[in-house]
């Protein structure tokens, strides 16, 4: 098992700002959560460095502005390359800070490349439109264009569960839309951010088109929330963090990738050889701490023994252990904190008659994957986000019923829906009231070139790089009199 070769990171892990590394005297050490290994230490932002980081991103967002659309694709395509070229050194620095199995690190990597490419697309294809003036009475003899022009610094926000793509998705169509970036990485999961900086040097991205700017966020976040200086931001994390997000932002631009409790409805006709293990890799996978982790499943009551049957054998039957093991299925939450909420949230829903069918024992850190059935829908473990490795059952028998209920909440990501029946899936996807609707998978499915984000208070404005570059930019009309 390699689980003593940490990384081979320096004592102290510098920020990057203006492409270069900066040293600041306050320090935060980072370890392994599975076993509190100690990974690295980190410098993280004071204000004189915050102030140099907006001052570099002003430059490079005028160098950025200042390159053609080609020459944004080539500096995201030779990122990619590179990152292909580290992707194990990657994978592994992922697993170490996040206690990601290093199996899904991978997987992380992998889709950081393809949301570099994706977002070097989005570059190449970036357009505005002729605009049929004289299609009104006001426009006789008169051209309209449109052009998308970049918005200047982009603040990037990013939470601890996917410290790589969930960057990529920001970084990627602000690169391409022409502005630079001040990335504010998960105080727990700074050091990915941190050597991915050193790639864009490495492909050539201007002065102060990407800078890293590490710690706490009520400090460093709500600085840069507030600096007008900075046109936009762009923020992945938790509903409290974005409402308050929102509140400072003012009339700056602001996109919010959010929280769900997303669920999973499976009617009598699905296939199950196909669903319960994607059901079981889908709830569990990171222990749960992904934004679209299965955490309720709506079964309709023909086929609920066989599904709780298999599902319930699929979770005992992964193996947990130490993130940079090759074969752990299943590692760590982000810290004891998080993993002693969710205990509690399970022993709240024990309280209440919840019945449990698997796990439901907390070691550390980690979580065992957990089965509950008979939860009442009302109890945070199944009408709040989880956000751990926690599973709540439920039966209908009029699919009509299960829809009313997965809308009732306030969240809104994306929802998964099993059925062979085209007229059902079609149905009912027009019903359910979230940002995605997947149809035959679990609600986890994400390709990243895809449109993502959630409706109600899961999100404002969507990813994928096709999309959020549309956000990043701005949209002016060109008309003129002929
Ligand atoms: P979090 O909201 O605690 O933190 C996210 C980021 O915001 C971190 O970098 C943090 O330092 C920063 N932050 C905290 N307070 C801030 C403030 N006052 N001002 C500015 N920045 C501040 O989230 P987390 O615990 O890191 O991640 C888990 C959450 O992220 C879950 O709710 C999950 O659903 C959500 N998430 C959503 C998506 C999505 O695409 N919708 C993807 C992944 C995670």
Excluded at 115 to 133: C, F, K, W
Excluded at 359 to 386: F, K, N
Excluded at 448 to 467: K, L, N, Q, T
Aim: hydrophobic residues 40%; charged residues 20%.
């Amino acid at each position: 098992m390699a689980t003593s070769t940490v990384m081979e990171l320096k004592e102290e892990v510098p920020l990057w700002i203006g492409d270069q590394p900066v040293i600041t005297s306050t320090t935060r050490t980072i370890s392994i959560p599975y076993d509190g290994t100690p990974v690295a230490t980190v410098c993280e932002a004071d204000e004189s460095a915050l102030e140099r980081a907006v001052a570099a991103a002003e430059e490079g967002a005028k160098a950025m502005a200042a390159l053609t659309l080609y020459e944004r694709a080539e500096i995201l395509d030779r990122m990619r390359a590179l990152l292909a070229r580290d992707a194990e050194e990657f994978a592994r620095l992922i697993a170490s800070e996040s206690g990601k199995p290093i199996r899904e690190a991978r997987t992380e990597v992998d889709r950081g490349q393809q949301t570099l490419l994706a977002s070097a697309d989005a570059a190449r294809g970036l357009h505005g439109e002729v605009v049929p003036m004289d299609a009104g009475p006001a426009g006789k003899g008169r051209w309209g264009i449109t052009v998308r022009e970049p918005l200047g610094i982009v603040a990037a926000i990013t939470p601890f569960n996917f410290p790589l793509n969930l960057g990529l998705h920001k970084i990627g169509p602000a690169l391409a839309a022409g502005n630079s970036v001040i990335h504010k990485p998960s105080e727990n999961t700074p050091l990915t951010a941190l050597r991915f900086a050193s790639l864009t040097h490495e492909a050539g991205l201007p002065r102060g088109a990407y800078n890293v700017v590490t710690g706490d966020g009520e400090k460093v976040g709500d600085w840069l929330v507030r600096n007008d200086r900075l046109a936009m931001i762009t923020f992945t994390g938790s509903i409290p963090v974005g409402e308050q997000i929102r509140a400072h932002a003012g009339l700056r631009r602001v996109t919010l990738e959010l929280g769900n409790n997303s669920s999973l409805i499976v009617e009598p006709d699905a296939d199950l050889d196909f669903i319960v293990p994607r059901a079981v890799t889908g709830s569990f996978a990171h222990s749960g701490q992904v934004c679209v982790s299965v955490q309720n499943i709506y079964l309709h009551e023909v086929i609920a023994g066989e599904f709780i049957r298999r599902f319930v054998e699929g979770a005992r039957a992964l193996k947990i252990g130490h993130p940079l093991d090759d074969s752990t299925e299943v590692s760590s939450m982000i810290d004891v904190d998080q993993a002693r909420r969710v205990e509690q949230w399970i022993n709240e829903a024990r309280g209440a008659g919840a019945r449990v069918l698997a796990g439901g024992v907390r070691r550390g850190a980690t979580i065992e994957p957990t089965v509950l059935d008979d939860v009442l829908p009302h109890l945070p473990i199944s009408c709040q986000e989880a956000f751990g490795p926690v599973v709540s059952l439920h039966r209908y028998t009029h699919l009509e019923d299960a829809i009313e209920r997965v809308n009732s909440g306030n969240y809104g990501l994306q929802v998964g829906l099993c059925t062979q029946n085209l007229q059902t899936a079609f149905r009912a996807a027009r019903a359910l009231h979230y940002g995605g609707v997947i149809v035959n998978d679990v609600p986890a499915y994400r390709a990243d070139h895809m449109p993502y984000g959630g409706a109600r208070h899961s999100g404002i404005g969507r990813e994928g790089p096709r999309y959020a570059i549309e956000e990043m930019t701005e949209l002016k009309l060109i008309c003129w009199r002929a």
